[in-house]
């Protein structure tokens, strides 16, 4: 069975910083690109940043670049996300996701985790 | 950045009538050199997070009913649910993935009428 298991939120200060893990089984993992996306609590889906296989291409959104750094290991099964600089604004519920390419669907989802920035 | 657009915001459809949800992008998700729409569909019930329906715009993933189908190219694309059901109530996302940003519509939320 593929499990996507995220940890790592909870509640820190604007400025702060945060790293949050994405465990993987059931697939694969080193054959999947990665991505995270993010949702504030009751609104849309909003993607942050996807790393390519083996972790040397990294894209983020603009809202976040420059202050989250995207990140994997391969031989633990882990997808990570560092946070830095954290804004208001960057509270949300944070998803893993999978896709077997580049630029292809995303099939596999983890259960999110949220990320509560305020003071 | 090539935004997505859904129409309707909300919709209230009878069991086992037909819904139909459309997205608009405002640039082409069609890759001429495979001749694929570079265009997915996720249902998101609440307190879960999103699940796979549709990809390359008409592609069905393994296990979805086949009450759910896919359709359209280019920059205009719709979900239709033929005989909605009781446990279709969500909110359906689009989202294209021809380069990033890989972005959303705003989603669809569909009720029961």
């Known amino acids: 069975e593929v499990q996507l298991v995220e940890s790592g939120g909870g509640l820190v200060q604007p400025g702060g910083s945060l790293r949050l893990s994405c465990a993987a089984s059931?697939?694969?993992?080193?054959?999947?690109?990665m991505h995270w996306v993010r949702q504030v609590p009751g609104k849309g889906l909003v993607w942050v940043s996807r790393i390519n296989r083996d972790g040397s291409s990294t894209t983020y959104a603009d809202s976040v670049r420059g202050r989250f750094t995207i990140s994997r290991d391969n031989a633990k099964n882990t997808l990570y996300l560092e946070m830095n600089s954290l804004r208001a604004e960057d509270t949300a519920v944070y998803y893993c996701a999978s896709g077997k390419g580049a630029n292809v669907h995303f099939d596999y989802w983890g259960q999110g985790n949220l990320v509560t920035v305020s003071s | 950045d090539i935004v997505m657009t859904q129409s309707p915001d909300s919709l209230a459809v009878s069991l086992g009538e037909r819904a139909t949800i459309n997205c608009k992008s405002s640039q082409n998700v069609l890759y001429s050199s495979n001749n694929k729409n570079y265009l997915a569909w996720y249902q998101q019930k609440p307190g879960q997070p999103p699940k796979l329906l549709i990809y390359?715009?008409?592609t069905r993933e393994s296990g979805v009913p086949d009450r759910f189908s896919g359709s359209g190219s280019g920059t205009d694309f719709t979900l239709t649910i033929s005989s909605l059901q009781a446990e279709d109530v969500a909110v359906y996302y689009c989202q294209h993935y021809y380069s990033t940003p890989f972005t959303f519509g705003q989603g669809t939320r569909l009720e029961i009428e």
């Open positions: 059931g697939f694969t993992f080193s054959s999947y690109c």
């Open positions: 390359w715009a008409s």
